[in-house]
């Protein structure tokens, strides 16, 4: 069976380039383009994976990353930071949100599907 993949990114290009990496390693993935949309679109997604941007309109990263870490059913859920961002302030913030790992942008696809089995496994 294969696992889902929540993707959250402001960046229609960065989503595209997502799904096509993510469906061509055999992921299902489910997109939303900010923080907002991806809360509302978890409760339907049950995700295996959850990879977010940090620099998004009406929520960002942090304030998702806390929403989906505020609700029991998905505490346990590894959430991965896919950004241009780098600061180790930044990474350190994530983390106390409840970050599983972070991922800086542009990305090498295999090392993306290689964190994402690693988070999942």
């Not at 299902?28 to 339907?44: E, F, R, T």
Request: glycine share 8%.
């Amino acid at each position: 069976m294969s696992k889902t993949v929540l993707t959250v990114d402001d960046s229609r290009v960065m989503r595209e380039m997502l799904m096509k990496v993510l469906c061509e390693a055999g992921f299902n993935v489910i997109q939303a383009d900010d923080g907002m949309a991806g809360l509302d679109a978890l409760a339907g997604a049950n995700p295996d994976v959850i990879i977010t941007d940090i620099n998004m309109p009406r929520m960002d990263g942090y304030g998702f990353i806390n929403g989906v870490r505020s609700d029991a059913r998905y505490r346990a859920v590894p959430i991965l930071v896919l950004s241009t961002e780098s600061a180790p302030e930044k990474k350190q913030r994530a983390r106390a949100a409840g970050a599983t790992g972070w991922i800086v942008k542009p990305f090498k696809s295999e090392a993306l599907i290689e964190a994402i089995r690693r988070v999942s496994a």
